[in-house]
């Protein structure tokens, strides 16, 4: 029988299937190669970065002495990105145990906003059932409060702007007052609100709770801390407070020495004996710093410490 004109010889289809069975082994290979390498890249460049924040906190870690912080403040040669590292300091090994309390879950990026971190360590922390904390900066946000209470503290909550009365918050021990924080008792006409100093609070609140130390001073205050700080160091109210939890807001339009002036303020209180060990940036709060040559950077900062004069002895277990 004739084969048609057509027809391909067989040993042509057998070398045309080794052709396509070696192209997809080939693929085959490829891809598992390239997915390797990719991974294997991905890894290493993770694990690198992951080493290089290490070495970046051991280095600040190392070089976290008064001395340096100090003489690098000090410095003709301080830079903005210096005087930045030096408000995101967390001095983490200061405490050996940080809890967060309160806050609010926001997106883009997601995290907490408005938490603070308490430190936990015996010598230091809030003892349930006899804690007292002011609270100042409310905004209708209640969850920092109402954790401390549950925690066992009793709280004294203070914001001038919510346009509410005098009264106790419900759920927890929550006592509100429509007082604002200040550097002395004052009047503000312009929004109609009673400021006061913490000494001046503090005096007035003592037959409330005692003459006791404040476990916790909470201060979310819209950048007036630059103006109450100096008060509660000049009157004596800081040897009162056993941890302070503070958001600093920063202006982006000042020179380089205002924010050198501002850091100097707190170092001045950790030569004092507050001791941080707490600071987390504010990816929602971000400025262009103009004089500084800083571009989309955080204006603020949650920083924590306590005091080192109020440590309590340790008892032997």
């Given at each position: 029988?004739?084969?048609?004109?057509?027809?391909?010889?067989?040993?042509?289809?057998?070398?045309?299937?080794?052709?396509?069975?070696?192209?997809?082994?080939?693929?085959?290979?490829?891809?598992?190669?390239?997915?390797?390498?990719?991974?294997?890249?991905?890894l290493?460049?993770a694990?690198?970065?992951?080493?290089?924040r290490r070495?970046?906190?051991?280095?600040?870690?190392?070089?976290?002495?008064p001395?340096y912080?100090?003489?690098?403040?000090?410095?003709d040669?301080?830079?903005?990105?210096?005087?930045?590292?030096?408000?995101?300091?967390?001095?983490?090994?200061?405490?050996q145990?940080?809890?967060?309390?309160?806050?609010?879950?926001?997106?883009?990026?997601?995290?907490?906003d408005?938490?603070?971190?308490?430190?936990?360590?015996?010598?230091?922390?809030?003892?349930?059932?006899?804690?007292?904390?002011?609270?100042?900066?409310?905004?209708?946000?209640w969850?920092?409060?109402?954790?401390?209470?549950?925690?066992?503290?009793?709280?004294?909550?203070?914001d001038?702007?919510?346009?509410k009365?005098?009264?106790?918050?419900?759920?927890?021990?929550?006592?509100f007052?429509?007082?604002?924080?200040?550097?002395?008792?004052?009047?503000?006409?312009?929004y109609?609100?009673?400021?006061r100093?913490?000494?001046?609070?503090?005096?007035?609140?003592?037959?409330?709770?005692?003459?006791?130390?404040?476990?916790?001073l909470?201060?979310?205050?819209?950048?007036a801390?630059?103006?109450?700080?100096p008060?509660?160091?000049?009157?004596g109210?800081?040897s009162?407070?056993?941890?302070?939890?503070?958001e600093?807001?920063?202006?982006?339009d000042?020179?380089?020495?205002?924010?050198?002036?501002l850091a100097?303020?707190?170092?001045?209180?950790?030569?004092?004996?507050?001791?941080?060990?707490?600071?987390?940036y504010?990816?929602?709060?971000?400025?262009?710093?103009v004089?500084?040559?800083?571009?989309?950077?955080?204006?603020?900062?949650e920083?924590?410490?306590?005091?080192?004069?109020?440590?309590?002895?340790?008892?032997?277990?």
């Amino acid at each position: 029988m004739t084969r048609p004109a057509s027809s391909i010889p067989r040993w042509m289809c057998d070398t045309k299937k080794r052709n396509i069975l070696a192209a997809l082994s080939f693929l085959l290979i490829f891809s598992v190669v390239y997915v390797r390498f990719t991974v294997d890249s991905r890894l290493a460049i993770a694990s690198y970065i992951s080493n290089l924040r290490r070495d970046l906190r051991s280095a600040t870690d190392a070089n976290s002495s008064p001395s340096y912080w100090d003489a690098l403040l000090d410095s003709d040669t301080l830079t903005g990105n210096q005087v930045m590292e030096y408000f995101l300091w967390s001095n983490r090994p200061s405490c050996q145990l940080v809890h967060d309390f309160g806050g609010t879950l926001y997106a883009n990026p997601s995290g907490m906003d408005g938490q603070k971190s308490v430190c936990i360590d015996p010598q230091v922390a809030p003892k349930p059932d006899d804690c007292l904390v002011y609270s100042f900066g409310i905004n209708d946000e209640w969850s920092f409060d109402e954790q401390m209470s549950d925690y066992g503290c009793q709280v004294f909550a203070f914001d001038p702007s919510m346009g509410k009365d005098p009264h106790d918050h419900t759920p927890g021990n929550v006592h509100f007052y429509d007082w604002g924080l200040g550097d002395r008792d004052k009047h503000d006409v312009d929004y109609n609100w009673k400021i006061r100093s913490l000494s001046s609070i503090y005096e007035e609140l003592s037959v409330r709770h005692g003459r006791k130390i404040i476990d916790y001073l909470k201060m979310d205050i819209e950048a007036a801390e630059w103006t109450v700080l100096p008060e509660i160091i000049r009157s004596g109210m800081l040897s009162n407070i056993r941890q302070l939890g503070m958001e600093i807001h920063l202006v982006t339009d000042a020179p380089l020495d205002k924010y050198r002036e501002l850091a100097k303020l707190l170092r001045s209180m950790e030569n004092m004996g507050m001791v941080r060990f707490d600071s987390e940036y504010n990816p929602w709060f971000l400025g262009d710093f103009v004089q500084l040559q800083l571009w989309k950077h955080t204006q603020g900062y949650e920083i924590a410490w306590y005091n080192s004069n109020l440590s309590r002895p340790l008892t032997p277990a």
